[in-house]
């Protein structure tokens, strides 16, 4: 089945510091990958994504390079502002034994606290 | 507005009522979610709902139904809640496809006492 490991926090970094949040996946198919983003008290919104490999999303300053020989979709941000602290999801969209019936698998979520 | 919309957003309870929380969304998605979320166990999906007459389980439906009542409204059921069942509950939204993301109302957060 499918599955998405992100590695555990909680992050906790300066303000201006380099941000890297590893995500790997296990699909049967060929699947779609995204970050979500969850600030407290709200859902969760896209943050960038990802259909095919090699191809790099970006938004807001992050990005995340789609790694089919690696299976991976780290995220990543050069410099993170207090405003970037949230909660972090990966997730891939994959149609499991085929079909039209994607659904999102997501990571168990990386808590990111970044300090003035 | 919100795009989508969970009422209520806090609700506390005691076991054994049954509870109903509701989603509308206005973004004009057929296919509609309804996932809980706890401590460090990320999202997992209860119901899925491709179209008004599509109701599907997802991997931890036990102790739950759904019913979709139109293109915009996704209800979910507790039928006799439990407190096991306290956690963040979100409801989402998508078009078809592979690419499509999802929007996420702002979710439901529900003690069992």
């Known amino acids: 089945g499918n599955s998405v490991t992100q590695m555990e926090g909680p992050v906790t970094l300066s303000e201006e510091a380099f941000l890297t949040i590893n995500c790997t996946y296990t699909?049967?198919?060929?699947?779609?990958l995204f970050w979500y983003v969850q600030y407290p008290g709200e859902g969760l919104q896209l943050l960038l994504k990802?259909?095919?490999?090699?191809d790099k999303g970006s938004n807001k300053g992050f990005e995340a390079t789609y790694r089919k020989e690696t299976t991976s979709f780290h995220l990543e941000k050069g410099s993170v502002q207090v405003s970037d602290s949230a909660v972090y999801f990966c997730?891939?969209?994959?149609?499991?034994?085929?079909?039209?019936?994607?659904?999102?698998?997501f990571g168990k979520g990386t808590l990111l606290t970044v300090n003035p | 507005d919100a795009d989508v919309t969970q009422t209520p957003r806090n609700r506390i309870t005691k076991t054994g009522k049954r509870i109903m929380l509701e989603c509308s969304q206005t973004?004009?998605?057929?296919?509609m979610y309804w996932y809980r979320q706890d401590p460090g166990l990320g999202l997992r999906l209860i119901y899925y709902?491709?179209?008004?007459?599509?109701?599907n389980k997802g991997e931890i439906s036990d102790g739950y139904s759904v019913s979709r009542q139109a293109q915009a409204k996704f209800s979910l059921s507790l039928e006799s809640a439990i407190p096991n069942q306290t956690a963040l509950y979100f409801c989402?939204?998508?078009?078809?496809?592979?690419?499509?993301?999802?929007?996420f109302g702002d979710g439901t957060r529900l003690s069992i006492l």
């Open positions: 989402a939204t998508s078009d078809p496809g592979r690419n499509q993301p999802q929007h």
């Open positions: 699909a049967t198919g060929y699947p779609s």
């Open positions: 990802a259909t095919k490999a090699d």
């Open positions: 997730a891939l969209s994959d149609p499991g034994s085929g079909g039209s019936n994607y659904k999102l698998t």
């Open positions: 973004k004009g998605h057929d296919r």
């Open positions: 709902s491709f179209d008004v007459k599509d109701i």
